[in-house]
């Protein structure tokens, strides 16, 4: 699917499936919900965040000492292969799949009625205005 507005009916199956993907992938570790961690820190507001700085997370050492200031381009990275990028890291389980990572990213990111999918690499300046809105909301 190419990244850019989708119609409604597209745009919901997007963000169903991206809900969908992040209930099975990453729903048992982490909350989008601020202030409620799992075995994973919560993921609301991450873009721009430190890496391993959410109090009362638990994190490798790995992780707190590696000075990430997460954005779009690092997360893609982690998210593909995390012990690849951080070795040491707690989080074993990737997503390989780049449409996935982006619906996972993506599945909550209203626009107008709209949903905007699209790999988080690689976005436009519209896309990547609506995902910071996503992620630091």
């Known amino acids: 699917m190419a990244a850019g507005l989708l119609l409604p009916a597209a745009a919901s199956a997007q963000q169903a499936d991206g809900e969908r993907l992040f209930r099975q992938r990453c729903g ?3 909350s989008m919900e601020p ?3 799992r075995a ?3 993921l609301s507001g991450v873009i721009g965040r ?3 700085s959410i109090e009362g997370a638990r994190y490798s050492a790995a992780l707190r000492e590696s000075n990430i200031v997460w954005d779009s381009q690092s997360l893609d990275t982690f998210l593909t292969a ?3 990028m951080v070795p040491g890291t707690q989080m074993t389980f990737g997503v390989s799949n780049a449409a ?3 619906a996972i990213a993506l599945a909550n990111v209203p626009f107008e009625g709209i949903r905007v999918p699209g790999p988080l690499v690689g976005l436009s300046d519209h896309q990547r205005m609506t995902a910071y809105w996503f992620f630091t909301r």
């Open 50 to 52: 430190l890496a391993g």
């Open 100 to 102: 996935q990572r982006a």
């Open 82 to 84: 995390p012990r690849q």
């Open 40 to 42: 994973g820190p919560h």
């Open 28 to 30: 048992a570790c982490h």
């Open 35 to 37: 202030g409620q961690n």
